[in-house]
Structure formats: C-alpha cells, structure tokens
C-alpha cells in the first residue's frame, strides 16, 4: 500500500445519501421562493457545507434563508434517511479489506456530525467508524473546497498530507483535496469524470478502490 491513510468523504462515497438529500434541499428553497431544481442543487451544493447554501442564495438573491433554515431541512432529510438511505454498493467489502490489511482510514465529510452518525447508523457503517475517525467541516469553520477539513483530518490521524489518499465523488472535494497535497481518487458513479478535473484516477465501481491504492 502506497499510502497510510484512505481519507472518504461521505456524502455519496460511503452512503447513497445525495440523490435524497439534493431533492429536498431544491424542494425546499423552492418553496422559500428561490426556485431550485435538483440538477441545480447537484451542480451548486454537491459536496458543499451548509454555509455555501446561504452565501450563494443571499448573493443571487439579496435575501437570507430563514435562521431555522438548517434545523428544518436536516429534520427533513435524516427522516428521508431512515426510511432510503442504503450504503454504496461495495464500499462494506472495501472497509473491510482495508481494516484486514491494516490500512488506516477515516472519514473527512462537509457534511455535520449529526448527519454522519445518521446516516451510519442507518445503513451500519457505524460498525466500522468510531467517534476518533469521524471529522466534519464544522471542526473547521471553511468547508471544501478549502483544504482545511482534509488537512486536519490528516493531523488528528498523525498522517503527513503527502502519505493521504483522498475518495471523492464532488468537484468542490477534488479541489480540496488537491489544495491539500494529496492524491485524490474520483468516484465516479453519480459524477461524470470530466467534472471530477485534477483527480489522480477515476473509478466507478467501490469494489475497485483497493486495487488502485496498490
């Protein structure tokens, strides 16, 4: 293995989570009058901590998101997890290989603590991520595609930035990761590979993954 540690992101990479998560949030910004369709959402806010949601619709608009913005839409999409959600297809049979082969990894997502644990516990991911191997863009305040969340993910796990292999599904997650110094492999699966620009490699399969860590 040529790296110490696999870095996911989560959104998309270890659960199925954007397809549901995306069709609510353009739902509910059309509601609130800023009309939005789920291409839209994919293309604007893929990958994207909460806080890229309000600065882009306060700039496009001139108008800010209603302060419970975020509570209302979490509440909708973890109940939309617990009745859809299902982990991408592979990706217990690579956390698998992984932990056999004695290769640390974590997750490093913009999405909140809250919305991980959720979502791994509903799929039953969380067998396989403790508290230590959970890091969010609120532990970071910028979001991707700034490289802070990956550059601190690899601190805490005591990994220099050269030695991480990032997994990402977003174009805003390639750029952080290739600000970050570190390789990054595009998932390709929900996003075409020409979107993905700057990725070390592509791949549209989880079950691939560990063959091109080699």
């Known amino acids: 293995m040529r790296y110490d540690l696999v870095i996911f992101d989560n ?3 270890l659960v199925d989570s954007e397809p549901i998560s995306n069709r609510h949030l353009a739902a509910y910004l059309t509601e609130l009058g800023h009309p939005t369709t789920y291409e839209d959402s994919i293309r604007d806010y893929m990958g994207s901590a909460m806080h890229r949601v309000h600065e882009l619709v306060e700039q496009r608009s001139g108008r800010k998101l209603p302060e419970d913005f ?3 839409f979490h509440a909708r999409v973890f ?3 617990e009745r859809e959600l299902q982990p991408v297809a592979g990706v217990g049979d690579v956390l698998g290989k992984l932990t056999a082969d004695g290769v640390r990894y974590c997750v490093a997502s913009s ?3 809250e919305r991980i644990r959720v979502g ?4 039953g991911l969380d067998r396989w991520f403790g508290d230590e191997l959970i890091f969010s863009s609120q532990d970071v305040g910028r979001g991707k595609p700034a490289p802070d969340l990956f550059l601190y993910a690899a601190e805490r796990m005591g990994v220099a930035p050269e030695r991480c292999v990032v997994v990402e599904d977003s174009p805003l997650g390639v750029q952080a990761a290739v600000a970050a110094g570190m390789d990054v492999y595009g998932f390709t699966a929900m996003t075409p590979a020409e979107k993905l620009a700057g990725a ?8 691939k993954l560990p063959e091109l860590l080699v």
């Open 200 to 207: 070390t490699g592509f791949f549209a399969d989880m079950r």
């Open 70 to 72: 975020d509570d209302v």
């Open 120 to 123: 791994h516990r509903t799929t």
């Open 79 to 81: 109940a939309a997890f």
């Open 11 to 13: 959104d998309g990479v």
């Open 111 to 113: 999405g909140s603590h």
